[in-house]
Protein backbone atom coordinates (compact mmCIF):
# COMPACT_ATOMS: atom_id res chain seq x y z
CA UNK A 1 0.00 0.00 0.00
CA UNK A 2 1.11 3.14 -0.97
CA UNK A 3 0.17 6.47 1.59
CA UNK A 4 -1.46 9.44 -0.57
CA UNK A 5 1.16 11.72 0.24
CA UNK A 6 5.24 11.79 0.54
CA UNK A 7 5.96 11.62 4.32
CA UNK A 8 7.96 14.08 5.79
CA UNK A 9 11.58 12.48 6.81
CA UNK A 10 12.32 12.85 10.13
CA UNK A 11 13.55 10.44 13.21
CA UNK A 12 11.56 10.28 16.29
CA UNK A 13 13.15 12.86 18.59
CA UNK A 14 12.37 15.83 16.31
CA UNK A 15 8.68 14.74 15.42
CA UNK A 16 7.82 14.36 19.33
CA UNK A 17 9.42 18.08 19.65
CA UNK A 18 7.38 19.18 16.98
CA UNK A 19 3.72 17.64 18.10
CA UNK A 20 4.55 19.13 21.29
CA UNK A 21 5.04 22.11 19.73
CA UNK A 22 1.15 21.66 17.95
CA UNK A 23 0.11 20.69 21.45
CA UNK A 24 1.14 23.93 23.10
CA UNK A 25 -0.45 26.55 20.04
CA UNK A 26 -4.10 24.28 20.29
CA UNK A 27 -3.25 25.13 24.26
CA UNK A 28 -2.87 29.07 23.24
CA UNK A 29 -5.94 28.36 20.91
CA UNK A 30 -8.20 27.02 23.87
CA UNK A 31 -7.51 30.26 25.71
CA UNK A 32 -7.86 28.49 29.32
CA UNK A 33 -5.87 28.46 32.45
CA UNK A 34 -5.95 24.62 34.01
CA UNK A 35 -4.10 22.37 35.23
CA UNK A 36 -2.44 20.32 32.03
CA UNK A 37 -1.88 16.43 32.15
CA UNK A 38 -1.01 13.86 30.55
CA UNK A 39 -1.15 9.96 30.97
CA UNK A 40 1.56 7.80 32.09
CA UNK A 41 2.67 6.71 29.04
CA UNK A 42 3.29 10.41 27.42
CA UNK A 43 3.52 10.44 23.58
CA UNK A 44 2.21 6.76 21.83
CA UNK A 45 4.79 5.43 19.31
CA UNK A 46 2.64 3.98 16.05
CA UNK A 47 4.39 2.35 13.42
CA UNK A 48 2.77 2.88 10.44
CA UNK A 49 4.42 -0.59 9.07
CA UNK A 50 1.60 -1.19 6.53
CA UNK A 51 3.15 1.64 4.14
CA UNK A 52 6.99 0.42 5.53
CA UNK A 53 9.13 -0.13 7.88
CA UNK A 54 10.47 2.84 8.10
CA UNK A 55 7.48 5.17 8.79
CA UNK A 56 5.52 5.55 12.03
CA UNK A 57 3.27 8.49 13.39
CA UNK A 58 2.97 10.15 16.57
CA UNK A 59 -0.44 10.52 19.17
CA UNK A 60 -0.40 12.85 22.14
CA UNK A 61 -3.10 12.63 24.36
CA UNK A 62 -3.19 15.49 27.52
CA UNK A 63 -6.02 17.09 29.24
CA UNK A 64 -6.62 20.61 30.91
CA UNK A 65 -8.84 19.97 34.10
CA UNK A 66 -9.67 22.26 37.35
CA UNK A 67 -11.72 25.44 35.74
CA UNK A 68 -15.48 26.39 36.19
CA UNK A 69 -17.80 25.06 33.67
CA UNK A 70 -17.58 28.52 32.01
CA UNK A 71 -13.72 28.48 31.29
CA UNK A 72 -14.66 24.71 29.59
CA UNK A 73 -17.15 26.31 27.10
CA UNK A 74 -15.47 29.22 26.82
CA UNK A 75 -12.37 26.84 25.35
CA UNK A 76 -14.21 25.43 23.00
CA UNK A 77 -15.69 28.34 21.63
CA UNK A 78 -12.04 29.63 21.41
CA UNK A 79 -10.70 26.62 19.65
CA UNK A 80 -13.82 26.89 17.28
CA UNK A 81 -12.94 30.28 16.16
CA UNK A 82 -9.15 30.25 16.30
CA UNK A 83 -8.91 26.48 14.73
CA UNK A 84 -10.20 27.78 11.28
CA UNK A 85 -7.74 31.06 11.84
CA UNK A 86 -4.87 29.01 11.70
CA UNK A 87 -5.12 26.70 9.27
CA UNK A 88 -7.20 23.88 10.75
CA UNK A 89 -10.00 22.97 9.12
CA UNK A 90 -13.02 21.58 11.59
CA UNK A 91 -14.31 18.19 10.08
CA UNK A 92 -16.52 17.65 13.26
CA UNK A 93 -18.00 20.43 15.58
CA UNK A 94 -20.25 19.05 18.22
CA UNK A 95 -21.64 20.46 21.66
CA UNK A 96 -18.68 18.49 23.38
CA UNK A 97 -16.26 17.64 20.92
CA UNK A 98 -14.43 19.15 17.83
CA UNK A 99 -11.76 17.39 15.20
CA UNK A 100 -9.94 19.19 12.95
CA UNK A 101 -7.35 18.21 10.64
CA UNK A 102 -4.07 20.65 9.57
CA UNK A 103 -3.02 19.93 6.45
CA UNK A 104 -0.44 21.99 6.08
CA UNK A 105 1.23 21.16 9.80
CA UNK A 106 0.12 17.08 8.68
CA UNK A 107 -1.57 17.02 12.23
CA UNK A 108 -5.40 15.94 13.67
CA UNK A 109 -6.78 17.19 16.65
CA UNK A 110 -9.87 15.98 18.45
CA UNK A 111 -10.82 17.53 21.74
CA UNK A 112 -13.75 16.78 24.25
CA UNK A 113 -15.29 18.42 26.94
CA UNK A 114 -16.11 16.18 30.00
CA UNK A 115 -17.72 18.49 31.92
CA UNK A 116 -20.58 16.33 33.81
CA UNK A 117 -18.11 14.02 35.46
CA UNK A 118 -16.74 14.45 39.01
CA UNK A 119 -13.05 16.30 37.74
CA UNK A 120 -14.08 18.06 34.60
CA UNK A 121 -11.68 18.04 31.66
CA UNK A 122 -10.58 19.13 28.36
CA UNK A 123 -9.24 15.68 26.69
CA UNK A 124 -6.49 16.76 23.67
CA UNK A 125 -5.60 14.14 21.43
CA UNK A 126 -3.24 15.54 18.83
CA UNK A 127 -1.56 12.81 16.37
CA UNK A 128 0.99 13.51 13.44
CA UNK A 129 0.62 11.51 10.05
CA UNK A 130 3.15 9.51 9.14
CA UNK A 131 6.99 10.35 9.28
CA UNK A 132 9.84 8.29 7.21
CA UNK A 133 12.37 7.73 9.56
CA UNK A 134 16.22 8.06 8.78
CA UNK A 135 16.56 4.57 9.42
CA UNK A 136 15.03 1.20 10.15
CA UNK A 137 16.87 1.54 13.44
CA UNK A 138 15.42 4.94 14.48
CA UNK A 139 12.22 3.46 14.30
CA UNK A 140 12.86 0.62 16.61
CA UNK A 141 14.22 2.96 18.96
CA UNK A 142 11.04 4.75 18.76
Known amino acids: M??????ER????PARAKTR????RLL?????KGKVTEPRTGMGFVVCDEYGQDLYALEHRWSVG????DQYDAG???????LGENGWKI????PDEIRATNETEHFFVEV?????TLEPTLDFSVGSRCYRAASHAAVNAG
Open 76 to 82: MQNLRKA
Open 21 to 24: QVSA
Open 10 to 13: MDPD
Open 112 to 116: TAHTA
Open 91 to 94: SKDG
Open 2 to 7: ELPYTP
Open 28 to 32: EMAGV
Open 66 to 69: GMTS
